[in-house]
T-cell receptor, first 107, second 115 residues
């Protein structure tokens, strides 16, 4: 079955430090992968998708088909990046979310 | 663009009553809508996938007769929690998309409190 795993439930880093949120997936076809973010008391919102290859709020994510990974990275974390981050896989009409990683950026 | 409206945002009701939650795509037609449940500080739990004009596909362990889903048009899906009990209290979130490999867009969620 298609799965998305995010090994870290909680990740704490200091402001200015690099951050990497891990995401691995299992899917035999060509995946469509996304990162969603949920700030405190706000709705889930799309952060970025792999096909657009863009940087949003300083975040980037590269699809590595060999390692079946789609890790989210930012070179210098900011306090306002503190939120819940979800990796998601889309295939056909299905959408599968990972369990999420809570990022806490400390001052 | 791609705005999803969910209503109501918070509802409190007595045990045994039924509650309907609406999910609307305001500026696009959503062929697929998803319904999730989220417990405090936990991830989203997919309840069902709703495709316009067809029956919803429920995830294992989700009672179809308890959580009735109707996706009668390309802009509206409803979730009705029938004969609600305190254990049904939760945060319910819908998302809508164009289908295929397009991203999903989320509503603000509905906090359901059953007394």
């Amino acid at each position: 079955a298609q799965r998305v795993t995010q090994p870290e439930k909680l990740l704490s880093v200091f402001k200015g430090a690099p951050v990497e949120l891990k995401c691995n997936y299992s899917y035999s076809g060509s995946p469509e992968l996304f990162w969603y973010v949920q700030y405190s008391r706000q709705r889930l919102q799309l952060l970025l998708r792999h096909i657009s290859r863009e940087s949003i709020k300083g975040f980037t994510a590269d699809l590595n088909k060999g390692e079946t990974s789609f890790h989210l990275k930012k070179p210098f974390a900011q306090e306002e990046d503190s939120a819940m981050y979800y990796c998601a896989l889309s295939y056909g009409q299905n959408f599968v979310f990972g369990p999420g990683t809570r990022l806490s950026v400390l001052p | 663009g791609a705005v999803v409206s969910q209503h109501p945002s918070w509802v409190i009701c007595k045990s045994g009553t039924s509650v309907k939650i609406e999910c609307r795509s305001l500026d696009f037609q959503a062929t697929t809508m998803f319904w999730y449940r989220q417990f405090p500080k936990q991830s989203l739990m997919l309840m069902a996938t709703s495709n316009e004009g067809s029956k919803a596909t429920y995830e294992q362990g989700v009672e179809k007769d308890k959580f009735l889903i109707n996706h009668a048009s390309l802009t509206l899906s409803t979730l009705t929690v029938t004969s609600a009990h305190p254990e049904d209290s939760s945060f319910y979130i819908c998302s809508a998309g164009w289908g295929g490999n397009q991203p999903q867009h989320f509503g603000d969620g509905t906090r359901l409190s059953i007394l």
